[in-house]
């Protein structure tokens, strides 16, 4: 078992006063057998009433509403897991699904069917990339597939930094050969829908001991593997997900789940900053 401590700090300065809308945040990470929480501290400024939920995907959400004017907006969430994820390829996948490729169950697929959807146009440029990595007819494990997709991405593709939001379509980084965590993570769900894979979009945090922040948001893709459950994978690191990677919040679609969502009513403009640390304790 490995504690982690995980400060996420948000802040929105604006040139003037202005009337903040509700914010949903999504901070706190996926309890289950492979992790839990024991301390949660979230701090708010100015002043608000929260509410906590869980979506539709079961991401818990905090919605933030606010009555008072400001010039800045503070998040600040600092939290302490304990993280079971020891060996993250001590799993066992059913006999059916071990060699691609398969047919998911017909009451699986009921639930599936959303994260199999594919956007529209993204087929063909998928079909030649995936082709140069496997050939179809080839004999090989569904596992395999995609971890050699993930280590493709890794690869060949070049990693930068994006400040803009919102997230690249698959195409269009097959056609840049870069992009950042979150396009990263959207070709290789693409890819294994492509596949006929169901596959979802994960954000949270990676510790990165070799990093000057030794920490960071992050996002990656699970695809599901009967007998095994959802399974992560992540094309930035070129890897399996392991104890480093701490879930917050899952998604069918990669726009759906920013870690601050919200709006502001006045005549004025933001800065945002966001720093996150992520240490061992």
Same mark, same amino acid.
């Given at each position: 078992?490995?504690?982690?401590r995980?400060?996420?700090r948000?802040?929105?300065?604006?040139?003037g006063?202005v009337?903040?809308?509700?914010?949903?945040?999504?901070?706190?990470?996926?309890?289950?057998?492979?992790l839990?929480?024991?301390?949660l501290?979230?701090?708010?400024?100015?002043?608000?009433d929260v509410?906590?939920?869980?979506?539709v995907e079961?991401?818990?959400?905090?919605?933030?509403?606010?009555?008072?004017?400001?010039?800045q907006?503070?998040?600040?969430?600092?939290?302490?897991?304990?993280?079971?994820l020891?060996?993250?390829?001590?799993f066992?996948?059913?006999d059916?699904?071990?060699?691609?490729p398969f047919?998911?169950q017909?009451?699986?697929?009921?639930l599936?069917?959303?994260?199999?959807?594919?956007?529209?146009?993204e087929?063909?440029?998928?079909?030649?990339?995936i082709?140069?990595?496997?050939?179809?007819?080839?004999?090989?494990?569904?596992?395999?597939?995609?971890?050699?997709?993930t280590?493709?991405?890794?690869?060949n593709?070049t990693?930068r930094v994006?400040?803009?939001?919102?997230?690249?379509?698959a195409?269009?980084t097959l056609a840049r050969g870069?992009?950042?965590?979150?396009d990263?993570?959207q070709?290789?769900?693409?890819a294994a829908?492509?596949?006929?894979?169901?596959?979802?979009?994960?954000?949270?945090?990676?510790?990165?001991?070799?990093?000057?922040?030794?920490?960071?948001?992050?996002?990656w893709a /699970?695809?599901?593997? =009967?007998? *095994? @459950?959802?399974?992560?994978?992540d094309?930035?690191?070129?890897?399996? %997900? +392991?104890?480093?990677?701490?879930?917050?919040?899952?998604?069918?679609?990669? /726009?759906?789940?920013? =870690?601050? *969502? @919200?709006?502001?009513?006045?005549v004025?403009?933001a800065?945002?900053? %966001? +720093?996150?640390?992520?240490?061992?304790?």
């Open positions: 078992m490995e504690r982690y995980i400060v996420h948000t802040y929105y300065n604006f040139t006063s009337s903040l809308g509700p914010h949903s945040l999504r901070l706190r990470p996926r309890e289950d057998h492979e839990r929480i024991e301390s501290g979230l701090k708010i400024s100015p002043e608000a509410l906590w939920h869980r979506d079961g991401n818990s959400v905090a919605m933030a509403s606010f009555t008072q004017p400001t010039r907006l503070a998040i600040e969430s600092e939290l302490v897991i304990q993280q079971y020891e060996d993250p390829l001590d066992l996948v059913a059916y699904a071990v060699a691609y047919s998911y017909q009451d699986d697929l009921v599936l069917s959303p994260y199999l959807a594919m956007a529209d146009g087929a063909a440029e998928l079909k030649r990339w082709g140069s990595i496997w050939r179809q007819g080839e004999s090989i494990q569904t596992y395999s597939l995609l971890q050699r997709l280590a493709a991405i890794y690869r593709m990693y994006r400040e803009e939001p919102g997230v690249q379509t195409s269009t870069t992009g950042s965590c979150r990263f993570a070709l290789l769900m693409t829908r492509q596949l006929g894979l169901a596959a979802r979009f994960v954000t949270g945090y990676l510790h990165a001991p070799l990093s000057a922040a030794a920490g960071a948001t992050h996002a /699970e695809i599901y593997l =009967p007998g *095994a @459950g959802w399974k992560g994978f094309p930035t690191t070129g890897a399996i %997900v +392991g104890a480093d990677h701490i879930p917050v919040a899952v998604a069918r679609l990669a /726009e759906s789940v920013p =870690p601050v *969502a @919200g709006s502001f009513r006045g004025a403009s800065q945002l900053e %966001v +720093g996150v640390w992520v240490s061992k304790c």
